[in-house]
């Protein structure tokens, strides 16, 4: 039997579901209220990276997804700027050593093999790190990808197997009939589907509220900075050990003595520009840049590369990450609502666990097996 499934949201986990969907044989329609990739996955970095996953269900997710990344290239015949780079957290202060040290011991029980590494090593391994870091974390199996050609290709590829795509559409409401969802409401027209899919990333809860349905995604900003192309310097992923800090704080409700969440993480895209973050916020929808925030980010910058003192700074922008109070993206059925599905709050993993939680969509919509607990993503859980 072939499934009728409407994709609500064209970023990387929409077109990504909707790619694995037409794979699985449904007939799909993806529709996307502006443009491929133009919400967070338009706004984001490239790290795919592992090392510092909590063991458990993410890690297991984030693995799957990094060997679909391996032949995603292949399959879909695109140039991805797929590369496993591997990946560095560097450490500044004894309280973020002690830190490291628990994180490493902690990944290293659960098999990934990352390694402590002294400050030498680390300027050794990627030249221009500042002689004042006393550590860095080191891991070879992570890896970056573009996302703005990770979801285009994902869509083209869905559209070449027949998938029917509708940009600049929003959806402007699920329809029901007897709690089940029969299809979506755009400006235009009513369309009707066996099921629906929502991967509207931090837009997720808006779709629900008139049906009393609670989804707790709420954005978490975070700025990225851009630099004037230069030559190829960096040859890994690197985040510090406050970048880390700062996503694994849960603390959207009450008062934080670090409003900004300032960490470090540079990567350096194919055509030389340098990405530069970032910040993490809760500032409701706000895109705006925060000048404060702009120089923090450079500073940590130039204190962990002193040589980019002199680089110049061409734009910064700001996305919305889909942050869920318990870290964990929310993948499965509403409960009370058939038919309706959720692929979203990855907050910041999206990149990297975008094949994979498009493949567990697809398996799941069309009732086949994908081999993984997915129960601990369904929304129940909160
Ligand atoms: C600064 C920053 C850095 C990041 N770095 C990384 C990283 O290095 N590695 C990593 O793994 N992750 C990273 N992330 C996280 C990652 O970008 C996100 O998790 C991911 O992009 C979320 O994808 P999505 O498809 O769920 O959401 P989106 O990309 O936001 O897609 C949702 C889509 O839904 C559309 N939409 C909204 N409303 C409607 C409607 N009514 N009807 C139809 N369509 C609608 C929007 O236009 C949008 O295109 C970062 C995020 C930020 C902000």
């Known amino acids: 039997m072939s499934y009728k499934v409407v994709v609500a949201g064209g970023g990387l986990i929409g077109a990504s579901t909707a790619y694995y969907l037409t794979k699985s044989g449904a007939e799909v329609t993806l529709i996307e209220s502006k443009d491929i990739a133009s919400g967070t996955s338009g706004a984001c970095d490239r790290a795919i990276m592992l090392q510092s996953k909590k063991p458990g269900p993410t890690l297991d997710l984030a693995i799957e997804s990094i060997a679909l990344y391996k032949e995603l290239e292949a399959e879909l015949e695109t140039e991805l700027e797929y590369r496993k780079s591997g990946g560095m957290i560097i ?156 996503k694994l704080k849960r603390n959207h409700q009450s008062e934080d003595p670090d409003p900004f969440g300032v960490g470090l993480a540079i990567g350096q895209t194919h055509s030389g520009s340098l990405l530069i973050g970032g910040s993490r916020q809760f500032t409701g929808y706000n895109t705006e840049t925060n000048p404060e925030v702009i120089r923090k980010i450079g500073e940590a910058a130039v204190r962990a590369f002193p040589l980019l003192a002199k680089a110049r700074i061409i734009r910064a922008f700001t996305g919305l990450r889909p942050y869920t109070p318990d870290g964990m993206p929310i993948l499965g059925p509403v409960e009370g609502m058939d038919g309706v599905y959720i692929a979203a709050g990855h907050e910041g993993d999206g990149v990297a666990l975008a094949p ?3 493949k567990i969509m697809a398996h799941m919509v069309c009732g086949e097996n994908s081999g993984m607990d997915i129960n601990t993503f369904s929304l129940s859980r909160f």
Do not use: C
């Not at 098999?111 to 002689?131: F, H, M, N, Y």
């Not at 891991?139 to 559209?159: G, H, Q, R, T, Y």
């Open 91 to 246: 450490i500044e202060t004894p309280e973020e050593m002690a830190a490291m040290e628990h994180m490493v011991e902690r990944q290293q029980k659960a098999g990934i093999d990352v390694k402590l590494i002294t400050g030498k090593e680390a300027q050794e391994r990627q030249p221009g790190l500042s002689k004042d870091l006393i550590g860095s974390t080191w891991w070879e199996e992570d890896a970056e990808v573009n996302p703005l050609k990770v979801s285009f290709a994902m869509a083209n590829a869905a559209k070449s197997r027949g998938a029917k795509i509708k940009l600049g559409t929003p959806v402007k409401r699920l329809l029901t009939e007897n709690n089940r969802v029969i299809g979506v409401e755009t400006p235009t027209e009513k369309i009707y589907a066996d099921a629906v899919v929502v991967a509207m990333g931090v837009w997720t809860p808006k779709l629900f509220e008139p049906f009393g349905v609670d989804v707790p995604i709420i954005p978490r900003q975070g700025h990225i900075l851009v630099s004037e192309r230069m030559p190829s310097f960096l040859h890994t992923g690197i985040l510090s050990a406050a970048y880390i800090a700062n």
């Open 356 to 358: 994979i939680s498009g």
